[in-house]
């Protein structure tokens, strides 16, 4: 069953020692299927993927993946203390990036939070150290 939910997203990136920091506050869906946990929102010009989907899938904290379709595609495959190649599309064309995941820790049915923390490189070559934290709040 799908229930209408509002996510706050914060998205962290470390970069040349150097932190960004993206919020979000949007409406999603939630499922629960075969053992994972599943949330997709519209991405929005805040996102910068205006026009796409965004789904991420989690199971009870080993695995994950970060969906996009639409006008950018990516797929990133998150399992902790393994590296993932995953294709990532962006507006000059599609790269194929590391994953490795340090966290997943997923406890949404209990608190309505889930949080990944990653590292992504391109050509074996670092690009960032990442987290997602998010809070998810049922609608009526």
């Not at 990036?97 to 490189?121: F, Q």
């Not at 150290?129 to 998010?134: R, S």
Request: proline share 1%; with cysteine; hydrophobic share 30%.
């Amino acid at each position: 069953m799908k229930k209408n939910i509002l996510i706050s997203l914060t998205s962290i990136q470390w970069q040349d020692n150097e932190k960004s920091k993206t919020e979000l506050l949007t409406q999603a869906k939630f499922t629960r299927e075969n053992g994972w946990d599943i949330i997709s929102y519209e991405d929005t010009s805040a996102t910068g993927f205006e026009g796409s989907v965004t789904t991420i899938k989690v199971d009870d904290s080993k695995n994950a993946s970060i969906t996009r379709e639409g006008t950018a595609n990516s797929v990133l495959s998150l399992e902790i203390g393994r590296k993932h190649f995953c294709q990532y599309g962006t507006p000059y064309g599609n790269l194929q990036i590391g994953v490795y995941t340090h966290a997943i820790e997923n406890t949404l049915a209990e608190n309505g939070r889930l949080y990944l923390k990653y590292t992504l490189d391109l050509n074996s070559s670092y690009l960032s150290d990442n987290e997602i934290i998010m809070t998810v709040q049922a609608q009526n």
